[in-house]
């Protein structure tokens, strides 16, 4: 049993002028999406975008839902590298550990509001899914498999991985101690201790693994197992959403991981090589999933059948065309660029940040393009067809989410080193 | 126990929407909110071609994709073959309705009572006269008693009629406070030209049984494997991209 140990006093929590602007920033964001919010609670959902399918002529599922999948889909990113670490003891990716645990954890719970933000009765949501739960609805699982498991499998990994560092600054005795105490919880560092921690750890990754894929799996099923919508009743939503769910993630975790790297000044310990690691993990989700996405669309253009030609239609050249190109191209570039640096093996940290964003747009777009169009230009029935258009508290409320998300990171960082300082092997 | 069923002759359809307005005022659903509906389809062009019309109620389905989904047990299937919505425990989350191949699900995306054809607070609607002194107070805004009360066997249930609170789905409920009394629906009791026959499917000699074994019927989108209980008699399914037109016709006008 070793360990790789960094003084503990290297640890600073830094909070320069910079913490603050940003932290007032991002609450103002955050309070305007409760404004908006408290008017979706007076006047009902009206005040959104959506309106009902068929005669009214609207999509229900509008961007709450979208972002419910593209928020738990960010989530996918902790736990993999986890387990990546752990399994396969890749320990180049051991400092990125705690800021990919992290963001699971955030996005899960920013993925958990979208769901009870879209509710029309959210009060009612909160006690009925528990109530009168029915393990014949998909919904079911979202709630019980993302929300409740892999959330709280996702928060007993982070806590437990963080044990050793949270003893090491409670000896320091700076900061907020009582949390660090808490948090250690008499943890003390013998090796028995380390012993069992690491143990633990490795069941508990081996264990959030199927977790994992079950998780992303269960959304795609809430799309999938819908036989009257065309564009989602396809077998492959679930190990597409899976996929997606990884190149929005990774992707993510690029861009934090560079944000984190040159804030924080942590080119010591986030080196190229971390980069390097996720850039060719990224290129190979992406690809994968460009060839999920390739043999569902060439299944329904083969087929042709009416409605979902139509729906086709409306995406390649239709009303979304635009939408649907964009996001074809934020796919296909940065694999382009990812698969280039494979290729040559000069990687450069700007290029995957790039690369990192563009996916995370489309991971954005596409479910846009996956909820909305099979309601507009899906019915079975002749319904003329529907339009939506996201309104301003549709966007705001987002927007908020995003900056609550944003803001619970800024917080953890000040609190919490973001770069584990124990390295337990 | 009887099994509801309803059957829909398309060749006695003149497309008077009788029934949509029947249903509006018997169950007091808001505005844009069509229980029952009528298509007008074209089949043809110009000058080779016909029309007809196609109510479409919910289709009650034995196997229906509302119920399956439905997270907490709102929607929910009965005995005698209705699919209903309990007001009281449904969360809002639509699920039902992207689900429903027909989409005959109307969300209460406003406050119902916001949602009427007329603010009965308005003044001066009919020249000087204000419509609440004249009627007393009293009626309008007109609201069904029936739907406040509780049906199905253990009466524990608020499933009738529309319009209770923001947030809740609702749909057709083959008029249940109407069925539980012994009356017909709504739709079915103000055809004036008798499209629809509505009764118990489970037993053979009953006028809708004798009508549904008719060898022009058919149901709606049957290979969606929904077993719906309304059958349609006297055409054929109408073609999805019959939409392709309407949608043209409300481009131009806009």
């Known amino acids: 049993m070793s360990t790789k140990t960094q003084p503990v006093s290297a640890w600073q929590p830094r909070a320069g002028a910079g913490f603050y602007v940003s932290a007032v920033i991002l609450l103002v964001v955050l309070a305007l999406g409760l404004y908006a919010y408290s008017r979706q609670l007076a006047e009902g959902e009206i005040v959104t975008g959506m309106r009902s399918i068929g005669t009214m002529g609207g999509a229900t599922w509008g961007l709450y839902i979208s972002f419910v999948v593209y928020f738990i889909g960010i989530s996918f990113a902790g736990i993999t590298i986890a387990a990546l670490i752990r399994l396969l003891n890749l320990k180049t990716l051991a400092p990125l550990a705690r800021a990919a645990e992290l963001l699971t954890v955030i996005s899960l719970i920013l993925g958990a509001l979208s769901i009870v933000i879209d509710l029309g009765q959210p009060l009612r949501g909160l006690k009925n899914l528990w109530l009168y739960a029915r393990p014949a609805s998909p919904f079911f699982y979202t709630f019980s498999l993302v929300i409740a498991g892999y959330l709280f499998a996702s928060l007993v990994y982070l806590y437990l991985a963080g044990r050793a560092d949270a003893a090491a600054l409670a000896t320091r005795g700076r900061g907020p101690v009582w949390l660090y105490r808490l948090w250690a919880a008499g943890y003390e560092g013998t090796a028995e201790e380390r012993e069992r921690h690491s143990r633990t750890l490795w069941w508990l990754a081996l264990a959030i693994i199927p977790l994992l894929v079950l998780a992303h799996s269960t959304l795609g099923v809430v799309f999938g197992l819908q036989v009257g919508r065309p564009g989602w009743f396809s077998a492959l939503q679930a190990p597409a959403f899976v996929i997606l769910a990884g190149v929005s993630g990774i992707g993510m975790l690029v861009v934090i991981a560079a944000i984190l790297r040159s804030v924080l000044r942590l080119q010591d310990r986030i080196s190229l090589d971390q980069f390097k690691w996720l850039s060719n993990f990224l290129g190979f989700l992406l690809i994968a999933y460009l060839y999920l996405w390739g043999a569902e669309i060439s299944t329904t253009a083969w087929v042709s059948r009416a409605e979902e030609n139509e729906l086709l239609r409306a995406l390649i050249s239709g ?107 | 126990m009887p ?252």
């Open chain 2, 3 to 254: 099994k509801y069923g309803m059957t829909i002759d398309l060749e006695r359809c003149m497309g008077c929407r009788a029934c949509v307005e029947a249903c509006k005022v018997e169950n007091n659903t808001g505005q844009n909110m069509y229980w029952m509906y009528v298509f007008r389809i074209e089949r043809g062009k110009y000058p080779d071609s016909f029309w007809f019309f196609m109510p479409r109620p919910c289709m009650h389905c034995d196997n229906a994709p509302c119920v399956k989904v439905c997270p907490v047990g709102a929607r929910h299937k009965r005995e005698d073959g209705l699919v209903l919505t309990d007001y009281e425990r449904c969360i809002g989350c639509r699920y039902c309705e992207v689900a429903c191949p027909y989409s005959v699900n109307y969300f209460n995306w406003k406050k119902p009572a916001s949602n009427q054809y007329y603010t009965w607070k308005e003044e001066n609607i009919y020249g000087s006269g204000k419509v609440a002194l004249v009627t007393a107070g009293a009626v309008p805004p007109y609201r069904n008693p029936d739907h406040d009360k509780l049906y199905g066997i253990s009466k524990k249930r608020l499933v009738s009629g529309g319009g209770h609170s923001k947030g809740v789905m609702e749909k057709c409920t083959f008029c249940v406070h109407r069925l539980e009394k012994g009356l017909l629906p709504a739709c079915v009791a103000n055809c004036p030209v008798k499209v629809f026959t509505f009764g118990d499917l489970s037993d053979p000699k009953s006028e809708v049984s004798r009508v549904a074994a008719d060898r022009s019927a058919f149901r709606l989108l049957e290979n969606a494997g929904t077993e719906p209980r309304v059958f349609y008699l006297h055409a054929s399914e109408p073609d999805p991209l019959a939409r392709l037109g309407l949608t043209e016709i409300r481009r131009t006008i806009r």
């Open chain 1, 319 to 425: 009303e979304y065309a635009a939408l649907f190109w964009v996001t074809v191209a934020l796919l296909v570039i940065p694999f382009v660029i990812l698969l280039l640096q494979f290729l040559t093996k000069r990687y450069s940290i700007p290029w995957i940040v790039t690369a990192g964003v563009m996916v995370n747009i489309a991971g954005m777009t596409k479910r846009y393009l996956l909820v909305v169009p099979s309601q507009t230009y899906g019915t079975l029935l002749p319904y003329a067809a529907g339009s939506y258009s996201p309104s301003w508290v549709e966007y705001l409320i987002i927007l908020g989410l995003f900056a609550l998300g944003i803001l619970l990171y800024m917080l953890f960082v000040k609190v919490f080193p973001i770069v584990p300082i124990h390295e337990t092997e």
